[in-house]
């Protein structure tokens, strides 16, 4: 070991921010098909959402991809006492406006905007549906301008199916420069409808970055919704996403959006903090060790017997130490170091969190 300490100057550290990005491919097949009996989708007593699994939810390989809920204000024109699950999906509305838009000067809660101006009131998405990404896949968040969700407009059983209805791609286009930040959840970005890879048509809805949460606006939807019975060639459920909504359960709805998807893609992010010290040694620091082993009958043994030489130890590890003498973090060298009065070294130790 060392055998004195070097307190570290305002100079002697940097901190540096690294994002790191992973692209995240979701296939159609995946969600709305892969498996028999749909055994990588799991539905759950309480019936609030469906969880969406890589592999058959039981095998001890499965992920976790995302989860698949609906809902709607108090005040959209179909909320009625009488709606399948009504109270659930008033419920499951809230708590999402709760979360990602917040309350309002009255303490009320208040509705998703289709433009992120809270301050209107004409363009409120009041019936969503919501994509709730597992944090395994969007890490710290989603990479802004890079989230592409490519769905139909109407629903079927299988995946690739020609009655499917017309694909569409909504994305986040343009939101590396153009997001919103009036958000308690953080930064978001406006989903647009686009069918050839340009921002335009109508706001779909949005997606929160820092969440990972997708919501879509119902509206997008047109035609029957539903998961269509590939023996009796109907639709279960109810032929629009309006009848869906308020005539059947949010199972059910999870399962008629499963079947439009066809595509998911985005980049995560992995926000990596670093503190780098410099660890600096001076042609007069560091050339003694006090390791008992460093002296045999009084005489430093790497000095070869030349009383006349220059001490010389030879640095392993540095250790990084609190204001109060406490080793706080070690840092192995991959080979030992000469020191001598004839040199100096600088070691730079990171530090990642």
Not at 304 to 333: F, H, M, R, W
Request: net charge negative; with cysteine.
């Amino acid at each position: 070991m060392a055998n004195s300490f070097k307190t570290l100057q305002g100079e002697d550290t940097a901190t540096t921010r690294t994002l790191l990005h992973e692209a995240i491919p979701i296939t159609g097949t995946i969600v709305s098909g892969t498996y028999v009996d749909d055994a990588n989708i799991k539905t759950f007593s309480h019936g609030m959402y469906e969880a969406v699994y890589d592999y058959p939810y039981l095998s001890s390989s499965a992920n976790h991809i995302f989860d698949v809920t609906a809902g709607y204000s108090a005040d959209w024109f179909g909320s009625s006492s009488a709606n399948t699950q009504n109270a659930k999906k008033i419920n499951i509305y809230n708590q999402m406006a709760q979360v990602l838009v917040g309350y309002d000067t009255g303490s009320q809660i208040q509705e998703f905007d289709a433009d992120g101006s809270t301050s209107t009131s004409t363009d409120k998405m009041q019936a969503c549906i919501f994509v709730n990404f597992a944090r395994l896949l969007v890490k710290d968040e989603i990479k802004k301008n890079s989230f592409r969700l490519s769905l139909a407009t109407s629903a079927s059983a299988l995946h690739g199916d020609a009655n499917r209805g017309i694909l569409k791609t909504i994305g986040d286009y343009g939101a590396q420069t153009d997001y919103l930040t009036n958000s308690p959840a953080g930064e978001y970005g406006l989903l647009y409808t686009s069918s050839d890879g340009d921002a335009g048509e109508m706001i779909a809805g949005h997606v929160y970055y820092q969440a990972g949460i997708a919501v879509i606006t119902s509206s997008f939807f047109s035609g029957a919704f539903g998961q269509l019975s590939a023996s009796a060639g109907y639709y279960v459920g109810k032929d629009g996403i309006s009848n869906a909504l308020t005539g059947t359960t949010i199972s059910e709805i999870a399962n008629g959006f499963r079947f439009t998807v066809d595509d998911i893609s985005f980049n995560n992010t992995t926000e990596l903090n670093s503190t780098i010290y410099f660890c600096r040694a001076n042609n007069t620091e560091f050339n003694y060790s006090a390791n008992p082993t460093y002296l045999s009958s009084s005489e430093i043994r790497v000095k070869g017997q030349n009383p006349a030489a220059d001490p010389v130890s030879y640095i392993t590890t540095v250790g990084l130490y609190s204001p109060d003498n406490e080793l706080l973090a070690v840092a192995k060298l991959s080979e030992p170091l000469k020191k001598s009065p004839s040199n100096e070294l600088t070691l730079r130790v990171r530090l990642d969190y």
